[in-house]
């Protein structure tokens, strides 16, 4: 289509040793859309979104991004500093991208507003002393404190309650209903349609299929590609 892509991935292989994480993926994001990538553990999600990023490069094939895209990745397991506070977990992303002074501060404002009242009453209690939850939400605002294009979310739900699920994915929508285009990287099918426009089954490091989130005959297609194989 016309539609404006964000990051484009060719031919992409990724081998760690002898162990084929991906094999000959293609695959397009659109800006301003909200893609799911499903696949059971081991499928290759995690690399793959570590290669959308920028952060690990292929060993082979090629990743081509927009103009001056800006990407972030939330990494599975959030890897917060658990002993520094929310506002210290904010300021070292911002350290690491190199922004300071009123850009910082700006910055750190915005992304506080993103934040649940509940959290933005405690940016200086320790990260550590959060719910599962929380800690997700935190994680997801430093990843935007880099002011991403595009922010790649590694299995949000993981170990949370339903309900802090719904409430970390319905923070992730509005994140998408104000133009940032999200890829999230899923065990649940379920979830993924849920909140992805589109949805990719990964399956033994390869894409298995793709399609429209709202559309019944492909999530029964894609269901079975996850459970079935191709
Ligand atoms: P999970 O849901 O378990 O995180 P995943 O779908 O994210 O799985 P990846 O983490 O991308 O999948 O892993 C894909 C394959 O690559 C797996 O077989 C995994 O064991 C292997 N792998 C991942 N990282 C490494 C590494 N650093 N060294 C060796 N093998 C790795």
């Known amino acids: 289509g016309t539609e404006h892509v964000a990051v ?8 760690y040793g002898g162990v084929t994480a991906l094999r000959g993926i293609d695959l397009t994001v659109p800006q301003g859309s909200v893609l799911g990538i499903v696949g059971a553990n081991g499928a290759g999600k995690s690399t793959l ?34 002993t520094l506070s929310l506002r210290e977990n904010l300021e070292v992303a911002a350290y690491a ?7 910082l501060r700006a910055r750190l404002e ?9 959290l933005r009453e405690r940016m200086g209690v320790a990260a550590g002393g959060l719910s599962g939850g ?37 923070r992730l929508g509005g994140l998408a209903r104000d133009g940032m285009t999200v ?25 298995a299929v793709r399609g429209e989130a709202s559309d019944p005959l492909f ?5 079975h590609a996850y459970f079935d194989g191709q």
Request: proline fraction near 6%; charged fraction near 25%.
């Open 134 to 170: 929380e800690q997700q939400i935190l994680a997801v605002a430093r990843a935007l404190m880099a002011g991403p294009d595009l922010l790649i979310v590694d299995e949000p739900a993981l170990g949370l309650s339903p309900a802090m699920v719904d409430e970390v994915y319905g």
């Open 49 to 82: 979104g570590r290669i959308l990023h920028g952060s690990l490069s292929p060993t082979r094939g090629r990743r081509t991004a927009a103009a001056e895209l800006r990407t972030a990745l939330v990494p599975e397991g959030r890897a917060l500093f658990k």
């Open 219 to 223: 999530l029964a297609r894609a269901e």
């Open 97 to 103: 991208t190199g922004i300071k002074g009123a850009e």
């Open 110 to 118: 915005q992304t506080a507003q993103w934040l649940p009242p509940r």
């Open 8 to 15: 484009r991935l060719e031919e992409v292989d990724h081998h």
């Open 183 to 207: 890829v999230l990287l899923e065990q649940s099918l379920a979830r993924a349609a849920a909140a992805g426009h589109e949805v990719v089954v990964l399956h033994e490091g390869g894409v």
